[in-house]
């Protein structure tokens, strides 16, 4: 894994659509809105945050994580409109065995244009070829078959399910179903 590009700077990740890039405090109301919806983390270890100041602290930590290398996020910004339609990352980066992991979510009204099987497209792009990564893998709760399907639709295998493995925020003990996709399944694939 190349950790000194990965967060040399932050990266800006395009298609023709898309483009991720930094969460500045001038996205704070499109932040706001993502966090204060209930149904967007009903699937996700994230509690709702209603408090426009508490989201504020929130992006000045983005920068934080970035600056200790722990944790990237990006915003996930229309073309067409410029408009941040959600937030993907990559966090838990290990060095030892070159692997990744990402999470995503999105505004609700965003739900079902594709918008994130583009950004996880984008994503293991820039982590296999620009990071050098060689493993990606997703934690998924058991009933979020919407995120499954964004992960099949890139290349990812569901790998098994760990029960009971893992305290989320909000939701407690949960199950997570792992997926996962290496660089050899990537560098494999006819249509990346």
Wanted: proline share 2%; net charge negative.
């Amino acid at each position: 894994m190349n950790i000194q590009t990965v967060f040399a700077q932050l990266p800006v990740l395009e298609s023709s659509r898309l483009v991720l890039k930094k969460i500045g405090e001038d996205n704070l109301d499109e932040v706001f809105d993502i966090y204060d919806n209930e149904e967007v983390f009903r699937h996700c270890g994230i509690i709702p945050k209603h408090n426009k100041e508490t989201v504020r602290s929130m992006i000045g930590h983005f920068e934080r994580d970035f600056g200790k290398k722990s944790r990237i996020k990006w915003g996930i910004f229309r073309k067409e409109d410029g408009r941040m339609t959600g937030i993907a990352e990559a966090f838990d980066f290990n060095q030892k065995v070159d692997m990744v992991t990402i999470g995503y979510f999105l505004a609700e009204d965003c739900w079902g244009m594709g918008i994130a099987t583009e950004a996880v497209r984008l994503l293991t792009a820039y982590l296999f070829t620009e990071a050098e990564v060689n493993r990606i893998q997703a934690e998924v709760m058991p009933a979020n078959d919407v995120s499954k399907k964004v992960l099949i639709k890139n290349g990812f295998r569901k790998e098994g399910t760990l029960r009971q493995a893992a305290l989320w925020s909000g939701k407690g003990i949960v199950d997570l179903e792992i997926y996962a996709i290496l660089k050899e399944d990537y560098d494999a694939a006819p249509d990346k």
